[in-house]
């Protein structure tokens, strides 16, 4: 039996996939980012051990859930799930929605999908696998952080939706670097209709969760990688930027002075 800690995991594909572990009978804690969507998760997950709280926009509540998480811990693996972009009420994709800043000032796009997994890595103690979801779209991503926080250009929702799952990628990719005891991969769980989705969506939602159950839990030699860009369990090609150790480690440098906590160099086996 693994314990498993999963992000967002009050709806989409963060609830499945802890529906999934629960049914096989893994311990699984799941997240909401207030204590209502801790309650939602609960019972969507019956089954699971507990939720915890903590809104990935502001830095100290990430800091707090971060505590909280060793508290229950330890984990074998943490699913960094939780994730966000332009959206309307009705759920519906607004790639030319405003741009929003967190309590931190930070763009919020970047602070949620971006910074808060990097805190919650930096933070929470002694995984043996990390899953950090991505997209597609990361291709589409810009290796530039001199704007990190869309301060001196045009806004562009869409794009900064790309460019914080570009960063994902890194983050993976960089870690799996620094911590070579641990099983860090990116997944893309393809474009499935979930609330972030929308209805409309093409790909299979149930196919879309397995991958990162499989990389969380499974002992096949396939999923017992590291550093790897994965949609539906095979290997595909990420941005080349990822790869690049002086970007992986601009942004892992960038991450560390917004939140004032640096990555490990390394972890013990």
Request: charged share 20%; hydrophobic share 45%.
């Amino acid at each position: 039996m693994a314990s498993v800690f999963i992000t967002g995991s009050a709806d989409g594909l963060g609830r499945l996939a802890a529906q999934r572990l629960v049914a096989s009978s893994h311990d699984v804690v799941l997240h909401g980012r207030d204590r209502q969507r801790a309650q939602d998760a609960m019972r969507a997950v019956p089954g699971a051990r507990t939720a915890l709280v903590g809104d990935l926009a502001s830095i100290a509540e990430t800091r707090a859930l971060a505590e909280q998480a060793n508290a229950a811990g330890p984990f074998q693996t943490v699913i960094h799930n939780a994730g966000v972009q332009s959206i309307h009420s009705a759920g519906v994709y607004r790639p030319n929605a405003a741009r929003l800043e967190t309590v931190d000032g930070l763009e919020n796009t970047f602070a949620v999908n971006a910074l808060a997994p990097y805190l919650l890595t930096a933070l929470i103690a002694s995984p043996q696998r990390i899953v950090f979801l991505t997209s597609e779209l990361h291709r589409s991503g810009e290796p530039d952080l001199s704007d990190l926080q869309w301060r001196d250009r045009r806004w562009s929702g869409s794009q900064a939706y790309s460019n914080s799952k570009l960063i994902v990628v890194t983050l993976a990719f960089g870690v799996a670097r620094r911590w070579p005891h641990v099983l860090s991969n990116a997944v893309n769980p393809g474009w499935v209709p979930t609330k972030m989705g929308g209805p409309q969506a093409p790909d299979d939602l149930e196919l879309g969760a397995e991958t990162q159950v499989w990389l969380a839990v499974s002992a096949e030699r396939e999923a017992l990688v590291s550093g790897k860009y994965l949609y539906h369990k095979q290997i595909r090609s990420a941005h080349p930027a990822a790869s690049d150790v002086n970007f992986q480690n601009q942004v892992l440098d960038a991450c560390a002075r917004l939140t004032g906590v640096e990555l490990p160099s390394a972890v013990a086996p």
